[in-house]
């Protein structure tokens, strides 16, 4: 398995070399009366376990809601359903590949302008072109590097950097 972090050995930080572990579809978000579901939507569309567990655990930070599909078909679903407000894409799926899938998205009403970033290891010469020209917005090579990819997800989110 080749690492899906820039300097990583494989397995995941703090962990004893394994990231699979049981991923439910669970959400919570407790509101009181009277107030406003605020929280960001973000659709990752990675069929990887592994990836998806270090994604998943960058995007902790963010406290946004995020939502899993682990293939094309079920990215088309939640994304009519969820209405996101940006969406990782894994390129490379089964059933239906991600450029295929962001075609359909496009096409959906209320989801011309969201941000759908392509995230995969396939960076030849020409890849970034074709993510875009399905309609890609933004494009991030494997392996992710944590802080230009949470920089770049906060900056679609339009996310202030309260550390600096």
């Known amino acids: 398995m080749s690492p899906f972090f820039k300097g ?6 703090g962990d004893s070399g394994s990231c699979h572990t049981p991923f439910t579809h669970t959400r919570e978000l407790v509101l009181f009366p009277g107030e406003i579901a605020m929280k960001k939507k973000i659709l990752l569309v990675e ?13 902790k930070s963010l406290e946004a809601e995020i939502i899993v599909a682990e293939d094309g078909l079920s990215a088309l679903e939640i994304a009519r359903k969820e209405i996101p407000n940006l969406i990782l894409m894994d390129m490379q799926l089964p059933e239906l ?13 209320g989801m ?8 995969t290891a396939h960076c030849m010469t020409g890849d970034r072109e074709k993510t875009i020209q399905c309609g890609c917005t933004d494009f991030i090579e494997k392996p992710i590097v944590p802080n230009e990819f949470i920089q770049k997800i906060k900056s679609y989110l339009a996310i202030e950097d309260l550390t600096d």
């Open 47 to 59: 069929d990887n376990p592994d990836n998806r567990y270090v994604v998943i655990r960058l995007l």
């Open 8 to 13: 990583d050995k494989g397995g995941c930080e």
């Open 112 to 119: 011309e302008s969201t941000p759908v970033i392509a995230v």
């Open 97 to 109: 590949s991600g450029y295929d899938v962001t075609k359909k998205i496009r096409e959906m009403k």
